[in-house]
């Protein structure tokens, strides 16, 4: 099923697997990136005399570090967190931390390996990192989570600065875990120190538009990447996967240029509305009273549950991914594809297998991998940190101007790119390609660190 590697991308790719047993993501992650390599090492012969490919797969720092803590009955518990500095060629580490059980060191490798390019694709000086625990929030009181926060932040604070790195949130981390990591992070150095952390609170630091950055901007991939075939999101009936932050607000931006969103979800089950969501009632369930999206069809009669549903069975002409990693797999493409779906971007990071992949770009739907279409968040991160450094603080529409260009810059880079490397319409290799290019451009230029 998997495209094959050029012989000695092979070899490389069999060591990384080798040296790094288990990481099943993170091989995922970086086979998909060494598929469309071969003709950047034909083009640029000095990054593989230089092993550019054999140095971008090896972090430069991975932190490991137990977070102990106690819960509301006294009892002590322990978790395990991690931080993964990747590369630092072209700006600090940069992205974010990630609270769920699942978390390992091969979830948080493939997240960092994949914000590497990410962050190149912005065109903004950032590098790589992500980091996280296996901490599960849910069900946790506010106190347990403060608790958490503090001593995750009472290891990690050495490790990060404003020229050094600079996480910000993913799943499981909003603004109430970052407000703590702050709190900590502020008592534990006596500075205040806004440039250490971005997604922060609008009254202390924060950005507007970053908490809408990575749904907003996602759908401006969308908007473009339908624009390129003469089309257009208005009348379109979409399904976005999800009900958290880059969920939410990809649904916003469907609905105001003009798409009609009839499911969402969470990992429990299914919400279909062929009236089409109601976003307000979404918010207030997951964002103020954390609730199950379950509790949705309480509110709206005419609203399904399907407890444990596939959203991806629901018909659809434009898809959104916006949950987790392999969350729509082969089978799910199919489907989609069959169901009459014209374009798929993902906001969440790796959400389709390699299987699902191949099914679209076959398809020749138009296909946005995260890595290119969810950028907006990261990229309003930097712009938040340009506000931080500069003591200053930008309006609403004025940075969401800003997203808009940097997203429209994205897809233009990654449709050239893909163009000139012979893959016309292929994100995929677009996305790869034009971010691993300027990163090792940059560690060729810096020389053997
Ligand atoms: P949130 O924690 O706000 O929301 C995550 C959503 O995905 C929830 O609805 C959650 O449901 C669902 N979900 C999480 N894990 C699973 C699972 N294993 N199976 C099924 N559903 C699951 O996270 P975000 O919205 O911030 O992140 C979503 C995706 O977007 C992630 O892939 C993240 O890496 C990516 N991303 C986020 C960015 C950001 O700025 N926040 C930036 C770029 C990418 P439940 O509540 O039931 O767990």
Redesign the pocket.
């Known amino acids: 099923m998997a495209v094959a590697l050029d012989d000695k991308i092979e070899a490389t790719y069999r060591r990384l697997v080798a040296r790094n047993p288990g990481e099943e993501e993170f091989h995922q992650a970086v086979r998909e990136v060494l598929e469309s390599l071969g003709p950047v090492l034909a083009k640029y012969p000095q990054f593989a005399e230089q092993k550019i490919i054999e140095r971008i797969c090896e972090p430069e720092r991975q932190i490991i570090f137990r977070v102990p803590w106690q819960d509301d009955k006294c009892e002590v518990q322990i978790n395990r967190g991690f931080r993964v500095q990747f590369n630092s060629a072209i700006g600090v580490y940069k992205g974010?931390l990630?609270f769920?059980p699942?978390v390992y060191l091969g979830i948080i490798k493939f997240?960092g390996f994949e914000q590497i390019f990410k962050n190149a694709l912005t065109g903004m000086p950032i590098g790589g990192g992500k980091g996280g625990a296996d901490f599960d929030p849910?069900g946790k009181s506010d106190n347990e989570v403060m608790r958490f926060c503090q001593s995750f932040m009472t290891e990690l604070h050495r490790h990060l600065g404003e020229y050094t790195d600079v996480p910000?949130?993913?799943?499981?981390v909003?603004g109430r875990e970052l407000g703590y990591m702050f709190g900590q992070y502020k008592r534990l150095t006596n500075r205040y120190e806004s440039t250490v952390l971005t997604g922060k609170g609008i009254g202390w630091g924060g950005s507007l538009v970053r908490t809408e950055?990575?749904g907003y901007g996602a759908v401006y991939f969308m908007r473009e990447m339908l624009a390129a075939r003469g089309d257009s999101l208005d009348g379109k009936t979409c399904v976005v996967s999800?009900?958290?932050?880059?969920?939410i607000y990809t649904i916003e931006k469907l609905q105001q240029l003009g798409a009609k969103v009839i499911a969402c979800s969470?990992?429990?089950g299914v919400i279909v509305h062929n009236k089409g969501i109601d976003l307000d009632l979404v918010k207030r369930l997951k964002e103020v009273e954390r609730r199950r999206i379950a509790d949705y069809a309480g509110f709206h009669k005419d609203a399904e549950y399907l407890p444990g549903g596939n959203v991806w069975q629901v018909p659809c002409q434009v898809a959104m991914p916006?949950?987790?990693?392999n969350?729509l797999n082969g089978r799910d493409a199919r489907t989609l594809v069959g169901n009459g779906c014209i374009a798929v971007a993902e906001?969440?990071?790796m959400?389709t297998t390699p299987e699902g992949v191949k099914v679209f770009l076959d398809a020749k739907i138009a296909y946005g991998p995260?890595k290119a279409a969810?950028a907006g968040?990261?990229a309003t991160s930097a712009l938040e940190m340009q506000q931080n450094a500069s003591r200053d603080s930008w309006g609403f529409e004025y940075t969401e101007k800003k997203l808009d260009d940097i997203m429209t810059g994205i897809h233009r880079t990654t449709w050239e790119t893909a163009e000139e490397f012979g893959a016309r319409g292929n994100y995929v290799v677009g996305a790869n390609i034009a971010g691993f290019i300027r990163v090792a451009k940059a560690m060729v230029a810096l020389g053997l660190v």
């Open positions: 974010g990630r769920h699942s997240l849910k910000a949130g993913d799943i499981g909003g950055a990575t999800g009900s958290g932050n880059v969920a969470d990992s429990n916006s949950a987790t990693q969350e906001g969440a990071n959400p995260g969810n968040g990261v």
